[in-house]
């Protein structure tokens, strides 16, 4: 009998530990995350030639409640911040590994728009980015992207074939003039993300990694404040009232 509580205390201490370890629920309740691309290369080929060095200034993007709850959609000018286009592609997400996330795009905008001084046709974009989650000490975002605290940093692994942006397209916008050909492979990238925590629509409204007594006073201290971007106002409606109370307390214990 001894033996097979044993047994059965080791099973269920293993599965907590498997169920800890596993930091994209972290990412799902967080809702969005923030990422850079510090380093990276490029090269255009074809009625244009030009390389150099490829970098991202930092961004924030919000998951989406559809597919895995890990996908999230951009605009090109996100990515690409010299291509001046609202036009959005969708990234979806396959675990590939325990916390190794691959994000995959694969689009055909067929718009005109603009790279550098140049006007160019982009018939097609795709990209893959891959990243590993890891435990992350709750701080504010290094990147200054979310306005909640973080507490999982992203690292992107997997080399070139785990991280690439490419572009095909034709330039003056002369789509489908091969004279007019151009392709663009961004590489050798160089990422890092952060995500976590919780948002103040789940009750955490003092932007750390839980919800607790902490943002149950500050609810009750600011109960019947009104205005706009108050810390406490959960749900956004410009008053501090018990829809904001209650959701402290659906949430409370919670942690990000
Ligand atoms: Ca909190
Ligand atoms: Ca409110």
């Not at 290369?41 to 993007?61: E, M």
């Not at 600011?222 to 108050?230: E, I, P, Q, Y």
Request: hydrophobic share 40%; net charge negative.
């Amino acid at each position: 009998m001894n033996r097979w509580m044993t047994i059965l205390a080791c099973t269920a201490s293993f599965s907590a530990m498997a169920l800890a370890n596993d930091l994209t629920p972290k990412l799902v309740n967080a809702g969005d995350f923030s990422v850079r691309i510090p380093a990276g290369q490029f090269t255009i080929t074809g009625a244009l030639n030009q390389s150099g060095s490829f970098t991202s200034r930092g961004a924030s993007f919000r998951f989406l409640p559809d597919g895995t709850g890990l996908d999230w959609k951009a605009r090109i000018r996100d990515l690409v911040n010299a291509i001046p286009s609202d036009y959005e592609v969708r990234f979806n997400a396959t675990l590939i590994a325990p916390n190794v996330v691959q994000w995959d795009m694969d689009a055909t905008p067929n718009v005109c728009t603009t790279l550098n001084a140049f006007q160019v046709y982009i018939s097609r974009i795709s990209a893959r980015f891959t990243f590993q989650l890891e435990d992350y000490t709750c701080a504010p975002d290094p990147i200054n992207r979310l306005s909640h605290a973080v507490s999982v940093r992203m690292t992107n692994v997997g080399g070139n074939d785990g991280n690439f942006l490419r572009l095909e397209g034709y330039l003056f916008c002369q789509a489908g003039n091969s004279n007019f050909r151009i392709d663009a492979n961004v590489f050798n990238l160089t990422m890092e993300g952060f995500s976590g925590g919780l948002p103040k629509s789940l009750g955490n409204v003092n932007t750390d990694c839980i919800v607790d007594d902490a943002d149950l006073l500050a609810v009750l201290f600011a109960f019947g404040s009104s205005g706009s971007n108050l810390a406490e106002d959960t749900n956004g409606d410009e008053i501090v009232d018990d829809a904001d109370l209650l959701t402290v307390l659906f949430n409370f214990g919670r942690e990000g």
